[in-house]
């Protein structure tokens, strides 16, 4: 089953042979831990559920420490639909990627509070002459006379908030691996901050 859970890192640049560079973000994917292998006949579907990090053990409600007895305290615990079968404390390292796999990385990007409609939707704004006074980066007219019956429609795009949506980017490709510190060199920029949690498939 080629699926990790890494934590993002900086970008930086690495060189080929010929001397390309190329732009990529580093993840840090330290080995995960089955928590839990349902079932269909027991829970109505197949899947696994692992966890990665680690956390405090006064930081855990007893639910959780009782999910997790005999286990690593897991900082996050996710869960991925396969009909793999794992045992309940089996371990899952980096060692199905490979060098040259093309991936999904799935994360929340970064939240970018309440915007106008030129940074959210791309807006041109008014024009930039003749008299042209605090407009520059309006919306415009969002209905109303004989638009749609005089009332705004729904779906209308407006100013609002942007950003801490979970975002799902295809076709990157895995640069480089080093095994010795769990670390995947993903060309290209992925979604979320520096520490955001992200979820890569093979």
């Known amino acids: 089953m080629k699926f990790i859970l890494g934590i993002k890192g900086r970008m930086t640049q690495i060189f080929d042979e010929k001397g390309t560079v190329s732009p990529v973000t580093i993840v840090t994917a330290t080995p995960m ?5 349902k079932t269909t006949e027991k829970d109505g579907y197949e899947a696994l559920q692992l966890g990665t990090g680690i956390r405090r053990e006064s ?9 997790l007895k005999d286990l690593p305290l897991s900082r996050h615990i996710r869960e991925v639909r396969t009909s793999e079968t794992m045992e309940r404390g089996a371990t899952i390292d980096l060692g199905s990627f490979a060098e040259g796999d093309v991936v999904v990385v799935s994360a929340v990007s970064k939240g970018k509070g309440f915007q106008g409609v030129v940074k959210r939707h791309g807006f041109k704004g008014g024009p930039r002459s003749h008299g042209q006074k605090n407009k520059e980066r309006a919306p415009g007219s969002i209905g109303g006379g004989g638009r749609a019956g005089g009332r705004v429609v729904p779906g209308m795009r407006m100013a609002g908030r942007m ?5 799902t980017v295809k076709n990157l490709k895995v640069m480089k691996i080093d095994a010795a510190t769990n670390t995947l060199f993903i060309l290209g920029a992925i979604p979320g901050k520096p520490g955001t949690l992200v979820e890569i498939r093979g």
């Open 33 to 37: 831990t089955v928590t839990q292998a």
């Open 59 to 67: 930081r855990l409600s007893k639910a959780v420490k009782g999910h």
């Open 163 to 167: 950003g801490g949506d979970r975002i």
